[in-house]
């Protein structure tokens, strides 16, 4: 079973920053995509932000500018900057990372997800 490791939630203040860090272990090396997911309290999970295995980002429209996803294949680790952050940012964020193997001809995603870090942007 992958376990990924999260780290870099807190208490902030509105327009205030955060970094979120997620490893997986790497015996791990064909990760396709990794991204974060966050949900808030009677909310649905919803997509933050992705990140390809070719470096190509996906962000929500509600982060766009100020949010930023990066990774790094040789560690393993998907990282995400937060700015200009708002209330509305408040949520229990996941790293998600998906697997991709061959198997008769087919290719299949496995998909594996952190714990969970609290964020909360509060005055």
């Known amino acids: 079973q992958v376990q990924l490791v999260e780290s870099g939630g807190g208490l902030v203040q509105p327009g205030g920053s955060l970094r979120l860090s997620c490893t997986a272990p790497?015996?791990?090396?064909?990760?396709?995509?990794m991204g974060w997911y966050r949900q808030a309290p009677g909310k649905q999970r919803e997509l933050v932000a992705d990140?390809?295995?070719?470096?190509?980002?996906n962000y929500a429209d509600s982060v766009k500018g100020r949010f930023t996803i990066s990774r790094d294949n040789a560690k393993n680790t998907v990282d995400l900057q937060m700015n200009s952050l708002k209330p509305e940012d408040t949520a229990v964020y996941y790293c998600?990372?998906?697997?991709?193997?061959?198997?008769?001809?087919?290719?299949?995603?496995?998909?594996?997800w952190g714990q969970g870090t609290q964020v909360t942007v509060s005055a």
């Open positions: 990140i390809t295995q070719g470096s190509i980002t």
């Open positions: 790497t015996t791990i090396f064909s990760i396709n995509t």
């Open positions: 998600n990372v998906i697997v991709s193997a061959p198997k008769s001809g087919s290719v299949y995603y496995t998909d594996y």
